[in-house]
């Protein structure tokens, strides 16, 4: 049965108002947060995608053999959470999943004294875990390759008998992440802070429950201001239920696109505070963009996608996390722009560069390679084509299930298509 593809048709932009998803990077991080106090957090404003689903269940439910599917933060969290945890538990996901190292963070559990073996090839899932408590101390670790294994030790630490002391080596990738899990921790009633430039010391100190408000999710954000970055539209979007002053590093596309001709407008000038906010097309773009991803990796799909549209050349660097993603980012970022008459050159693990180079496009259906994030960042491209087909539109459920439906409410034509 050949994969079910939506056709995206575009339409003038009508002003509306999108009720933005509960940010999953904020929600699992607080479901193991919660998980590993004395009692269970009171936690509002719970993301309802898969990523989050999955981790809810394995939480609650605890089987032997816990399938995670695509949910990569729930491997990495949950690999730390059942390390110091009484059982014995098998944690592995989809092929895809299996393929995703996690070598990094096996080794540093290993060394404070974890049980875990490899059930297939050596530094990938299935993982085999059986729990016992971990003394802690001191440990070296790659800070270059994904701070979620920074944040799934980080969160299990005030758990250990003397606590931890992390030296990150290397250059430290996606320092937000760790940032807002270390806030998270101390929301949360433990002690954990950056005591040197690339060491983080957390305390033996038991977590608290609390009452937890979870934000929206700026990088849900960003595809409402591709969209209208893309539009040429007059009509504003206005986005409920995000907060300035944000703890997660994504709130860095508000500037990101107020080079590329959109302005963020906050409702209220309190900070932390959900509020509604209104994108509305400025005029000044830039003639390119130049940045570097390392801090905000999420939003690379999202500005390559926009920056093409909108014909203005860019040099993205930071982006080596993107490899071991949901699927190989860089490739099939390269793979589906060129299909739409984008020819992309990547330099390495860590340089994407677009100098206006372009080819005959194909007209074929832009595949999502399992990755809800080409789906959402793709799909406002119709507005530079008029129309746009995207294979395996269901793979937004991983993140931000009501993504069509919203789409659909700016006046853009989402139907299924058999071609």
């Not at 944040?151 to 990150?168: D, F, H, K």
């Not at 979007?237 to 407008?265: A, E, N, P």
């Not at 390559?304 to 993205?316: A, H, K, N, R």
Request: proline fraction near 5%; include cysteine.
């Amino acid at each position: 049965m050949p994969p079910k593809t939506y056709l995206i048709t575009a339409r003038p932009l009508t002003t509306t108002t999108i009720s933005l998803p509960a940010s999953k990077s904020i929600t699992n991080r607080a479901l193991i947060l919660s998980a590993l106090s004395s009692q269970k957090a009171d936690l509002e404003n719970v993301s309802r995608c898969d990523d989050s689903a999955v981790l809810i269940a394995a939480l609650r439910d605890r089987p032997d053999i816990i399938d995670i599917a695509a949910a990569g933060s729930a491997m990495r969290f949950l690999t730390a959470f059942f390390s110091i945890r009484e059982g014995e538990h098998t944690l592995t996901g989809t092929a895809r999943m299996c393929r995703r190292p996690i070598k990094v963070l096996v080794e540093a559990l290993r060394q404070l004294g974890a049980d875990i073996t490899y059930e297939g090839a050596d530094g990938f899932p299935p993982l085999h875990i059986r729990g016992r408590n971990l003394y802690g101390g001191s440990i070296q670790m790659e800070g270059n390759v994904s701070s979620q294994y920074v944040s799934a030790l980080l969160m299990t630490a005030p758990m250990m008998r003397r606590g931890l002391s992390v030296q990150l080596t290397g250059s430290v990738i996606s320092r937000a992440y760790i940032d807002l899990t270390l806030g998270m921790m101390q929301d949360f009633g433990a002690h954990a802070e950056w005591t040197a430039v690339d060491t983080i010391t957390v305390r033996p100190q038991p977590y608290k429950p609390v009452h937890y408000f979870i934000e929206n999710d700026w990088t849900a954000a960003s595809y409402w201001y591709e969209l209208l970055a893309l539009s040429g539209a007059t009509a504003e979007l206005h986005l409920d239920g995000l907060t300035d002053g944000s703890i997660q590093g994504d709130t860095t596309v508000k500037y990101l696109f107020s080079l590329l001709g959109v302005r963020t407008i906050f409702a209220t000038k309190e900070k932390k505070v959900p509020t509604r906010v209104t994108l509305r097309r400025g005029s000044m773009k830039v003639s390119r963009l130049v940045f570097d991803f390392s801090n905000c990796p999420d939003l690379v799909q999202t500005l390559v996608c926009t920056c093409c549209g909108l014909d203005i050349p860019f040099d993205f660097t930071g982006l080596s996390t993107l490899r071991i993603k949901e699927t190989d980012r860089i490739l099939a970022l390269k793979t589906e722009l060129r299909k739409l008459g984008f020819v992309l050159q990547d330099y390495g693990d860590s340089r994407l560069v677009w100098d206006g180079e372009k080819t005959t496009p194909a007209d074929e259906p832009i595949n999502t390679y399992e990755d809800h994030r080409m789906a959402m960042s793709f799909a406002p491209l119709a507005q530079r084509f008029n129309s746009l087909r995207i294979a395996n539109p269901e793979v937004v459920s991983k993140s931000y299930p009501e993504f069509w439906d919203n789409l659909r409410r700016t006046g853009i034509i989402v139907e299924e298509n058999a071609g």
